[in-house]
């Protein structure tokens, strides 16, 4: 167990929808990222969070959006759902963010646009 | 830009077997490299890390030594067990003040008993 928790676990919704994951940090963790997993593109950083302010962005798409509250759990947006948006999301914690520091892993949401 | 090479798979290995999974990265400067593990329906667990050159990280029989002259981090084991099968990351995060994971492609290992 990572200590970082991730739900809901799996989701089902249709093309067009909107739906909200939640990632809650290893305790004392800063530093948030999401990560998609996908057979087709592997796994790409989505984007990072710092203690509430975004810090980089990676491969996210406009539709996509995200942020990190005061008690540092963070929330992934994702509307306009497309069927190729069906992929497994992970987040990732780390105590501040700095390079070399190891990234702690939630078990992930499979969600599956249908 | 940043980016991890890994052998394709999937590799299958008898019990006991040795292990090699090759990585090697391009970056600039001398990124901190690690080796995730992904267990069937699970998350990504790290396995081991090394954040400067000559670097050896290791954990659960497992080793990779952080080879700058060959820009490599390949990943070994000396005797397999069937509960080693799951899919290997490679991934590295770079020194620039940009510290996402990036990934290679993983490799399924199969251990057959």
């Known amino acids: 167990d990572s200590g970082v928790t991730q739900t809901p676990k799996h989701l089902i919704t249709a093309t067009g929808q909107r739906v909200t994951l939640r990632c809650s940090p290893r305790?004392?963790?800063?530093?948030v990222y999401w990560y998609q997993q996908s057979l087709d593109q592997g796994l790409q950083f989505l984007i990072q969070?710092?203690?509430?302010?975004?810090?980089a962005k990676g491969n996210i798409l406009e539709r996509f959006s995200a942020q990190q509250f005061p008690d540092l759990h963070s929330e992934l947006n994702l509307s306009s759902l497309e069927l190729g948006d069906s992929a497994l999301y992970f987040c990732?914690?780390?105590?501040?963010?700095?390079?070399?520091?190891?990234?702690?892993f939630g078990p992930g949401t499979r969600l599956l646009v249908l | 830009g940043n980016s991890v090479t890994q052998m394709e798979g999937p590799v299958t290995l008898s019990e006991e077997a040795f292990l090699t999974i090759n990585c090697t990265y391009t970056?600039?400067?001398?990124?901190?490299l690690f080796w995730y593990v992904q267990y069937p329906g699970e998350g990504l667990q790290l396995l081991l890390k090394a954040t400067k050159a000559d670097d050896k990280g290791s954990n659960k029989g497992f080793e990779a030594t952080y080879r700058k002259e060959t820009t490599s981090f390949h990943l070994e084991k000396g005797s397999v067990q069937v509960s080693d099968s799951a899919v290997y990351f490679c991934a590295l995060s770079d020194l620039s003040g940009n510290t996402p994971l990036v990934f290679g492609k993983g490799t399924r290992l199969s251990v057959i008993a």
């Open positions: 305790s004392g963790d800063l530093s």
């Open positions: 990732a914690s780390s105590v501040s963010g700095s390079s070399g520091e190891t990234q702690y």
């Open positions: 970056a600039t400067g001398y990124p901190s």
């Open positions: 969070y710092y203690n509430g302010e975004e810090r």
